[in-house]
């Protein structure tokens, strides 16, 4: 069954470092996400990618964040001066882009620890 | 953010028990909504997706929708160890890619026991 894959598992940062968060979606796919899971908390939109730009972003997707789709299979998340409160789960998910149909397919996750 | 809420538990009930899980929400303009299934540090994983108001069924799990109530239960019949996980309903609106944009409950720790 396809898969959204995303590295790493797990990064360990200092605040102020940048990181990148990869992601390759499903190949058919159109649609692009990033979500996060702060500890204990729901799970929350952080921006929508479609047709190589951003299609929407949440109030937390501020200047600090970027996205990108730099060849025809990865998608990234940047975040480029990292905050203490960056520590959360991010998950990127993907969809085709089939008329009504919204289901996402989520990738396990990349967990950010920033000390 | 109060637009969708869900009692996280815990749920502990034993193998074989009938589980109800409920989730509220205020948007109506919300049409679409799924549960989702998340084992501990994994990405979410779709079990139920259903357009507007009515009933779905697949196998041991029926999600219903009643949207004059704002109100969506998932109940799982006869349920088994490996239902242990957290389940999280989710549901958006529009279209394009705002279709893809979820909102989510906290989730329920749910736990069946042998």
């Known amino acids: 069954e396809p898969e959204v894959t995303q590295t790493p598992s797990h990064q360990v940062t200092q605040m102020g470092q940048e990181v990148i968060l990869r992601c390759v979606p499903i190949?058919?796919?159109?649609?692009f996400y990033w979500y996060r899971q702060i500890l204990g908390q729901k799970v929350e939109f952080l921006v929508s990618f479609y047709n190589n730009e951003i299609s929407e972003k949440s109030e937390i997707f501020d200047d600090q964040f970027s996205v990108e789709r730099p060849d025809g299979s990865n998608f990234t998340l940047k975040i480029r001066s990292t905050k203490l409160e960056d520590s959360a789960m991010y998950f990127c998910?993907?969809?085709?882009?089939?008329?009504?149909?919204?289901?996402?397919?989520f990738g396990a996750g990349s967990r950010l620890t920033v000390l | 953010q109060k637009e969708v809420e869900q009692d996280p538990g815990p749920l502990s009930v034993p193998e074989g028990a009938i589980v109800s899980l409920n989730c509220t929400y205020s948007n109506s303009a919300f049409q679409y909504f799924m549960w989702y299934r998340q084992y501990s540090r994994k990405g979410p994983e779709l079990l139920m997706y259903t357009y507007s108001s009515g009933n779905k069924e697949d196998g041991r799990f029926t999600a219903q929708v009643d949207k004059s109530s704002k109100y969506i239960s998932l109940f799982i019949r006869d349920s088994q160890p490996s239902d242990s996980a957290t389940y999280l309903c989710?549901?958006?609106?529009?279209?394009?890619?705002?279709?893809?944009?979820?909102?989510f409950g906290r989730g329920t720790q749910l736990t069946v026991w042998p």
């Open positions: 998910a993907s969809r085709t882009g089939s008329s009504g149909a919204n289901v996402l397919t």
């Open positions: 989710a549901m958006s609106a529009g279209k394009g890619s705002t279709l893809g944009r979820l909102y």
């Open positions: 190949s058919n796919h159109l649609y």
